[in-house]
């Protein structure tokens, strides 16, 4: 089984002094995925829980919907090929060509909005967090990222109930990491009416709508979003939360279901999101 990291001689220099040492690096791994015979996508990625990262891309993507719908899946990883067999046949349509899938932003997931149409979900429950449950599971989110601490180069993603998170999972690509949920959600089966996203990264309108796929109205992040994310968070009827460090987090849509002594409404918020201390 590939490792997350591998070790590089490095020289540090600091203060004008070299020093020899040793560091830890997040691995690159590059995964192209052989659905019913045909090659559909290279993506770029850590070498870790490959499995789910496959399931959640191709339910991602339209693909699949539930795990009945492949009757195979075998990775190779000394090659880098995943093979899938899938009990319907792939529909063909001119962005499905192979292509490859970065692990940055931007242009590598270019095609991804034809794909949202079909799979993003209205979030319709109404599950509700208290702010401190909200700050205690970033703690424990962060108490987590063993992989970013010894690299720094990964992003990391959790799923959680009030009791604290139930999976955590690291990739060198973000989009990589909320997908991997997915995939852990769809082979386990996971209920998602009273669960929350945990995120390392930037909220941006890719990110949201991965997290409508997983049918989870809650997300917290320690970064900032994108405009058009938290429109559509809006419209998706998402809880969005910002910036959640030590005992302060922006909640920046969907407040009612942050559970506090006074809940504001939309009209007494203003475009950039209500201050929690």
């Given at each position: 089984?590939?490792?997350?990291?591998?070790?590089?001689?490095?020289?540090?220099?600091?203060?004008?002094?070299?020093?020899?040492?040793?560091?830890?690096?997040?691995v690159?791994?590059?995964?192209?995925?052989?659905?019913?015979?045909?090659?559909?996508?290279?993506?770029?990625?850590?070498?870790?829980?490959?499995?789910?990262?496959?399931?959640?891309?191709?339910?991602?993507?339209?693909?699949?919907?539930?795990?009945?719908?492949?009757?195979?899946?075998?990775?190779?990883?000394?090659?880098?090929?995943?093979?899938?067999?899938l009990?319907?046949?792939?529909?063909?349509?001119s962005?499905?060509?192979?292509?490859?899938?970065?692990?940055?932003?931007?242009?590598?997931?270019?095609?991804y909005?034809?794909?949202?149409?079909?799979?993003?979900?209205?979030?319709?429950?109404?599950?509700?967090?208290?702010?401190?449950?909200?700050?205690?599971?970033?703690?424990?989110?962060?108490?987590?990222?063993?992989?970013?601490?010894?690299?720094?180069?990964?992003?990391?993603?959790?799923?959680?109930?009030?009791?604290?998170?139930?999976?955590?999972?690291?990739?060198?690509?973000?989009?990589?990491?909320?997908?991997?949920?997915?995939?852990?959600?769809?082979?386990?089966?996971?209920?998602?009416?009273?669960?929350?996203?945990?995120f390392?990264?930037?909220?941006?309108?890719?990110?949201?709508?991965?997290?409508?796929?997983?049918?989870?109205?809650?997300?917290?992040?320690?970064?900032?979003?994108?405009?058009?994310?938290?429109?559509?968070?809006?419209?998706?009827?998402?809880?969005?939360?910002?910036?959640?460090?030590?005992?302060?987090?922006?909640?920046?849509?969907?407040?009612?279901?942050?559970?506090?002594?006074?809940?504001?409404?939309?009209?007494?918020?203003?475009?950039?999101?209500?201050?929690?201390?």
């Amino acid at each position: 089984m590939k490792q997350g990291t591998s070790l590089w001689n490095v020289s540090r220099v600091e203060c004008g002094e070299v020093t020899e040492l040793q560091d830890e690096v997040a691995v690159e791994f590059p995964l192209t995925l052989v659905v019913n015979g045909k090659e559909f996508a290279t993506m770029v990625c850590s070498p870790l829980d490959l499995e789910v990262l496959v399931i959640g891309f191709l339910a991602s993507e339209g693909i699949i919907r539930r795990k009945e719908d492949i009757s195979s899946l075998s990775i190779d990883e000394d090659t880098g090929f995943a093979y899938i067999e899938l009990t319907k046949e792939v529909p063909v349509v001119s962005t499905m060509e192979k292509r490859w899938i970065g692990s940055c932003c931007g242009k590598s997931r270019a095609f991804y909005f034809q794909s949202d149409a079909k799979t993003a979900r209205t979030i319709m429950n109404h599950f509700q967090l208290e702010p401190e449950v909200c700050l205690q599971l970033m703690k424990q989110f962060h108490a987590e990222a063993q992989v970013f601490k010894k690299t720094g180069g990964v992003h990391q993603a959790s799923i959680a109930t009030r009791e604290g998170l139930e999976v955590t999972f690291a990739d060198i690509g973000r989009h990589n990491a909320l997908d991997k949920l997915l995939g852990h959600m769809i082979l386990h089966q996971l209920r998602n009416k009273e669960h929350t996203v945990l995120f390392s990264g930037r909220i941006s309108s890719e990110v949201l709508l991965k997290i409508s796929k997983m049918g989870i109205g809650f997300l917290l992040s320690k970064s900032a979003p994108t405009d058009l994310a938290l429109k559509l968070a809006e419209d998706l009827n998402i809880t969005a939360i910002g910036f959640v460090r030590d005992d302060r987090m922006n909640v920046y849509t969907h407040p009612e279901r942050l559970k506090t002594d006074v809940a504001p409404s939309f009209s007494e918020m203003n475009k950039g999101g209500i201050d929690v201390d």
